[in-house]
């Protein structure tokens, strides 16, 4: 690829400027290097796509598709996805800093959960209820909602897409996808497999820009019915501002500081390993980020020795290239935090064990594996979310004084066990407040299982059957079996 790209927004079926010609740039993480052009979206942008997204789902073909119709057309996305994860991982790699083999690889791996909902469009039910009143037959069928606002974040766009369109889309509802400012070209590319597989006009929109207006204007419109937001907690409570007009509902993933916790009896190389993928992967920048390591202190100087000695052997570099190990970070801002953090965490006791600054040479938004090591739990860098290659370490003694502190945050997306003890794995996993618990394993996914925080992670579920149920809602319908005429109603009996 080369030359800069210019981009357009999908809106009703139609590849649209913004209405004024606002434009902003997107740059190579890598490079720093502007290579692509994403509209601006107006408030008058994102009425039209919701308006055509809401014209889809009342009179359009969409409206009047049997599920199993719409199981085809996601059979059809997912089997398109799988086809084109090559080409989709490349460009979400040069627009976020993500390694190749991760992107192409998710891109890939997505399909399967588009191959789930497929499957899962006509298998949502009713019941029929046992009522106390004679010669009345009632029942409830699932009813969509209607235009779903799915605001997702530059990273781990194309999952984080998935596990919103998926179920919206089954349930019979239709979208206006929201895509981040700070990396958009990856979920624009996307829109052109809808086209291709199918899709009605209207039924799935994608829109591009900031906050305000693009945010605020798509999430507080009157005819959108829900808002799957994903992001930062700040933009979360403009989200439920915005959302105080048109009632829409609401679910929130928010992101962590999750505790990785480590006992005495763990295997301490499947530990190390889990926890450099925990937090090294994807350069630090996931929402389940294992950033707090929690070390059982007989175990503690072992552990660290060896994943040290890890973390200095990997290989950063262009994210594109199969042998490069961890690549740099989307914004220049993430980087600007992380070093201020680090700084004031060093002033408040912290010891810095390994990286800590930006690798010589390198022009791109790198910055090295970073293990910090804090003598107490009230630190800042403790509990807040860097976005960034930074673990933060702390030894413990006894079960319930690590159970203390790793619930001692507002955060509870997920966390990570290692022990050999099956009793002891599964009081943790009861004991500790998160979402998502893995046990001798660390970011794991699969469309089968839900996922979702508590506290300051947000509330609701994605993926998983019992999310179409989310994207619909009960209607119960009451019908009288009896021939005889209703009574006289001011004729009490």
């Given at each position: 690829?080369?030359?800069?790209?210019?981009?357009?927004?999908?809106?009703?079926?139609?590849?649209?400027?913004?209405?004024?010609?606002?434009?902003?740039?997107?740059?190579?993480?890598?490079?720093?290097?502007?290579?692509?052009?994403?509209?601006?979206?107006?408030?008058?942008?994102?009425?039209?796509?919701?308006r055509a997204a809401h014209?889809?789902?009342?009179?359009?073909?969409?409206?009047?598709?049997?599920?199993?119709?719409?199981?085809?057309?996601?059979?059809?996305?997912?089997?398109?996805?799988?086809?084109?994860?090559?080409?989709?991982?490349?460009?979400?790699?040069?627009?976020?800093?993500?390694?190749?083999?991760?992107?192409?690889?998710?891109?890939?791996?997505?399909?399967e959960f588009f191959q789930?909902?497929?499957?899962?469009?006509?298998?949502?039910?009713?019941?029929?209820?046992?009522?106390?009143?004679?010669?009345?037959?009632?029942?409830?069928?699932?009813?969509?909602?209607?235009?779903?606002?799915?605001?997702?974040?530059?990273?781990?766009?194309?999952?984080?897409?998935?596990?919103?369109?998926?179920?919206?889309?089954?349930?019979?509802?239709?979208?206006?996808?929201?895509?981040?400012?700070?990396?958009?070209?990856?979920?624009?590319?996307?829109g052109r497999l809808f086209?291709?597989?199918?899709?009605?006009?209207?039924?799935?929109?994608?829109?591009?820009?900031?906050?305000?207006?693009?945010?605020?204007?798509?999430?507080?419109?009157?005819?959108?019915?829900?808002?799957?937001?994903?992001?930062?907690?700040?933009?979360?409570?403009?989200?439920?501002?915005?959302?105080?007009?048109?009632?829409?509902?609401?679910?929130?993933?928010?992101?962590?500081?999750?505790?990785?916790?480590?006992?005495?009896?763990?295997?301490?190389?499947?530990?190390?390993?889990?926890?450099?993928?925990?937090?090294?992967?994807?350069?630090?920048?996931?929402?389940?980020?294992?950033?707090?390591?929690?070390?059982?202190?007989?175990?503690?100087?072992?552990?660290?020795?060896?994943?040290?000695?890890?973390?200095?052997?990997?290989?950063?570099?262009?994210?594109?290239?199969?042998?490069?190990?961890?690549?740099?970070?989307?914004?220049?801002?993430?980087?600007?935090?992380?070093?201020?953090?680090?700084?004031?965490?060093?002033?408040?006791?912290?010891?810095?064990?390994?990286?800590?600054?930006?690798?010589?040479?390198?022009?791109?938004?790198?910055?090295?594996?970073?293990?910090?090591?804090?003598?107490?739990?009230?630190?800042?860098?403790?509990?807040?979310?860097?976005?960034?290659?930074?673990?933060?370490?702390?030894?413990?003694?006894?079960?319930?004084?690590?159970?203390?502190?790793?619930?001692?945050?507002?955060?509870?997306?997920?966390?990570?066990?290692?022990?050999?003890?099956?009793?002891?794995?599964?009081?943790?996993?009861?004991?500790?407040?998160?979402?998502?618990?893995?046990?001798?394993?660390?970011?794991?996914?699969?469309?089968?299982?839900?996922?979702?925080?508590?506290?300051?992670?947000?509330?609701?579920?994605?993926?998983?059957?019992?999310?179409?149920?989310?994207?619909?809602?009960?209607?119960?319908?009451?019908?009288?079996?009896?021939?005889?005429?209703?009574?006289?109603?001011?004729?009490?009996?």
């Open positions: 690829m080369s030359g800069l790209q210019n981009y357009r927004m999908l809106i009703g079926g139609e590849w649209v400027a913004a209405s004024d010609g606002g434009t902003f740039d997107s740059r190579n993480p890598s490079t720093g290097e502007v290579w692509s052009r994403v509209p601006e979206a107006t408030e008058q942008d994102v009425d039209r796509a919701v014209e889809a789902f009342t009179t359009g073909p969409w409206a009047r598709m049997t599920p199993t119709e719409r199981g085809r057309h996601l059979r059809r996305l997912a089997e398109l996805l799988a086809d084109r994860s090559e080409e989709l991982g490349r460009i979400e790699t040069i627009d976020t800093g993500k390694m190749l083999k991760e992107t192409r690889w998710q891109a890939k791996y997505i399909a789930f909902y497929a499957g899962c469009a006509d298998k949502i039910s009713g019941e029929t209820l046992p009522i106390d009143k004679p010669d009345l037959f009632v029942f409830t069928k699932r009813a969509p909602l209607g235009v779903v606002a799915a605001v997702v974040p530059w990273n781990s766009q194309l999952f984080l897409a998935a596990v919103k369109v998926g179920p919206a889309l089954a349930a019979g509802n239709t979208v206006v996808l929201k895509a981040s400012e700070h990396a958009s070209a990856a979920m624009l590319e996307f086209e291709e597989a199918g899709f009605p006009p209207g039924v799935i929109n994608i829109v591009t820009g900031h906050g305000d207006p693009c945010g605020r204007a798509l999430t507080g419109h009157k005819l959108v019915a829900r808002v799957s937001f994903t992001g930062g907690p700040g933009a979360a409570r403009h989200v439920l501002e915005n959302t105080k007009n048109n009632f829409a509902e609401v679910s929130l993933e928010l992101g962590g500081k999750s505790p990785f916790i480590v006992f005495d009896d763990a295997d301490i190389e499947s530990a190390v390993n889990a926890s450099i993928a925990g937090i090294f992967g994807a350069t630090g920048q996931s929402c389940v980020a294992g950033s707090r390591l929690y070390l059982h202190e007989d175990i503690a100087d072992e552990f660290l020795e060896r994943m040290i000695a890890q973390a200095r052997e990997i290989k950063i570099g262009d994210p594109l290239a199969e042998e490069t190990q961890m690549g740099p970070l989307c914004t220049s801002g993430q980087r600007d935090r992380i070093e201020s953090e680090l700084t004031f965490a060093v002033k408040e006791g912290a010891t810095v064990l390994t990286g800590g600054k930006r690798p010589e040479g390198m022009p791109g938004l790198f910055f090295e594996p970073t293990i910090v090591a804090c003598p107490r739990q009230d630190l800042r860098i403790v509990d807040t979310e860097l976005f960034g290659p930074v673990l933060c370490v702390q030894r413990f003694r006894t079960e319930d004084e690590v159970i203390e502190l790793a619930n001692d945050t507002e955060h509870g997306l997920a966390a990570g066990i290692f022990t050999r003890d099956s009793a002891r794995s599964l009081r943790m996993a009861d004991a500790v407040r998160a979402g998502i618990v893995w046990v001798n394993t660390y970011r794991v996914v699969s469309p089968i299982a839900e996922f979702g925080g508590v506290k300051g992670s947000g509330y609701g579920r994605e993926s998983g059957f019992q999310a179409m149920y989310d994207y619909t809602r009960p209607k119960t319908v009451w019908m009288n079996t009896s021939d005889a005429p209703m009574a006289n109603p001011f004729v009490m009996r």
